[in-house]
């Protein structure tokens, strides 16, 4: 990834110590390359990945700078710099342009101001605050305390947001003043105004009364899916993917196979898990190069480390582990593709009300009764409510059809926060690429109707038709069953008495956790009490925020057991307060 900042201040002297100091701690991990450009009152500087891909073009009055791949057209061209300044620059009136692919852009003139954006769906992190004249933006907001006019003091409204909806609503962080960029957003500004979100992009609502066979479903979503890995792999380059034993790699692993005769791949995980066995016979049946990597549990606290300096809780705390997925991608090619995020396309087949989502046990964030209980009163007073209340608006107006609320509040807020979140660590060895972040596919997933969205019944035809060799393999779906979608007269009997026997296998401890997500998410696990250990001692830190002897009960002591049923599901509420626990012990330097 590039990790960036970039400022505007009249105050020469000003402007150069604050890049000065950033300077020296702008690369979150090493084996980074520094870049920095200026022009009038405008200079910013990154770390990235030496191969990154980053376009720069300046002036003495005028800079613009891509970090990543902004793809402008029907093709798969890469937008430059250059071009960018020159598209954007008079766009004073209209929104300016939104790109695909996964890439943050800035451009700067010093008459018209400055106009920042990021891809479809603001997966690439995008950070900005305002004092007077002077603006500050950046990948995070750790580096903005760096400057006298921007002294980081808590955000109330903030943090009961990303509690409340396990992300960033309504873009508002846990410093006071400092906002990120909403999802397919441009941020407009210049010296004497106040800064402006100006909506780039819309994904396309279904029409009314549309009523389209299953068979022209699939046919729409596979020639999607096709043409976003054409446009964003480009031809000519090693053909690379993070494969993992599930529906989306392996389908997009098929692809590839259909234009590229050498691929790479990686798994992480262990041997034995369900995960990694699925994705090795996918690698096989492909005659794919793949490299299994395991991710070492003990380095875990220095992972959550970094999240917490880097990303302040607009990211969750579930996905640290990733952080420990960057030197595997050094060894990689410089471009790697994922499915992260291209598995939302499924639906519950009706309409579902705002209380029940956030009322199910799938909500990533904390339930409203558990807030009250956890949130001292005194500090808080009214905010739940108010925030609880905005929330219901957000999620209430994001769609006409009730069915595709869910959805398009996920995506701006837990899914953009959890997977969507990582691709911005994982791009510190390797650029991903994101099918997801193609509009033609975002469209053709939200075209879809509700039968071929039923439990993903178009993607799973797509695999049966056009890939049965991969339908035929083991599928991982995060449980112990991994039946194939097309299964073999024996695999349908083994499926039925696995399912029959179930109940009783629940009561009998396994061994060894061979479900990779449950056990990597584990809090009891040993890497999760180490990061429970080093964060303790600050514990006291929180007192005057919360109720101490609620948060004990949600995150108690670290040689203590946590009670959970669902491994994964159950542990993002002590897991943000850890992160908080981490968040308010940080380095501040």
């Known amino acids: 990834m590039a990790n960036f900042i970039a ?13 000065r100091d950033a300077r020296g701690s702008i690369a979150p991990v090493g084996g980074l390359r520094v870049g920095d450009l200026a022009a009038g009152n405008f200079a910013a500087v990154w770390a990235a990945e030496p191969r990154a891909p980053i376009s720069t073009a300046f002036s003495s009055s005028s800079a613009a700078v891509i970090w990543g791949d902004a793809i402008p057209g029907p093709g798969p061209e890469r937008l430059d710099a250059g071009s960018l300044g020159t598209k954007w620059k008079t766009l004073h009136s209209v929104p300016p342009a939104a790109f695909d692919g996964f890439h943050a852009a800035v451009s700067y003139d010093e008459r018209s101001g400055l106009i920042a954006a990021a891809d479809l769906l603001g997966l690439f992190p995008v950070y900005y605050a305002v004092s007077g004249d002077t603006l500050l933006l950046g990948s995070s907001p750790q580096l903005f305390q760096k400057h006298p006019l921007f002294p980081a003091r808590l955000s109330r409204d903030g943090l009961v947001g990303i509690l409340m909806t396990y992300g960033l609503f309504e873009g508002k962080g846990l410093l006071c003043g400092v906002h990120r960029l909403q999802p397919a957003h441009a941020l407009k500004w210049r010296p004497g105004t106040s800064p402006k979100e100006v909506k780039q992009y819309a994904i396309p609502f279904p029409i009314p009364g549309r009523r389209e066979s299953i068979e022209e479903d699939i046919y729409r979503l596979d020639t999607a899916f096709c043409d976003a890995v054409r446009r964003h792999m480009p031809v000519g380059e090693n053909a690379a993917i993070l494969l993992s034993g599930g529906r989306d790699s392996r389908q997009i692993a098929g692809y590839l196979s259909e234009r590229s005769d050498r691929i790479e791949a990686l798994t992480f995980g262990e041997s034995t898990d369900y995960d990694m066995i699925c994705a090795t016979a996918v690698g096989r049946a492909l005659r794919i190069d793949h490299r299994v990597e395991r991710l070492d549990e003990s380095q875990l606290p220095m992972a959550a480390a970094l999240q917490v300096r880097w990303e302040h809780l607009g990211s969750g705390f579930a996905n640290v582990h990733m952080w420990n997925a960057v030197p595997a991608l050094r060894d990689f090619p410089a471009r790697f593709i994922s499915g992260y995020l291209s598995d939302v396309y499924e639906t519950k087949g009706r309409p579902v009300a705002f209380d029940e989502v956030f009322g199910s046990a799938e909500h990533r964030g904390m339930q409203v009764s558990t807030l009250r209980r956890l949130l001292l009163p005194a500090v808080f007073d009214g905010l739940i409510d108010e925030i609880q209340h905005r929330a219901r608006s957000v999620y209430e107006a994001s769609c006409t059809l009730e069915r595709q609320r869910p959805w398009r509040f996920f995506f701006a807020h837990d899914g953009r926060a959890h997977a969507g979140a990582v691709p911005w660590k994982l791009s510190f060895g390797s650029w991903p690429v994101l099918p997801i972040l193609d509009r033609g596919l975002l469209e053709a997933i939200f075209s879809l109707s509700e039968q071929s969205l039923f439990h993903r019944r178009a993607q799973d ?40 026997i179930e109940p009783v296998r629940r009561r009998v401890p396994r061994k060894r956790e061979r479900r990779h997500y449950h056990r990597i998410y584990d809090i009891n696990g040993p890497g999760w009490r180490a990061v429970r250990r080093s964060a303790e001692p600050n514990r006291d830190l929180l007192a005057d925020l919360l109720n101490m002897d609620v948060m004990r009960e949600i995150l108690p002591p670290p040689d203590s057991t946590i009670t959970v049923v669902n491994k994964i599901r159950d542990s993002y509420a002590p897991k943000q307060l850890l992160a908080l626990i981490l968040w308010s012990a940080r380095d501040m330097s």
């Open 7 to 19: 400022i505007i201040d009249r105050d020469g002297g000003r402007r150069r110590e604050f890049l």
């Open 461 to 500: 035809e797509i695999l049966r038709r056009r890939f049965p060799r991969l339908a035929s393999l083991p599928l991982d779906r995060n449980a112990h069953d991994t039946t194939p979608l097309l299964p073999s007269a024996h695999q349908r009997i083994a499926r039925w008495f696995n399912k029959t």
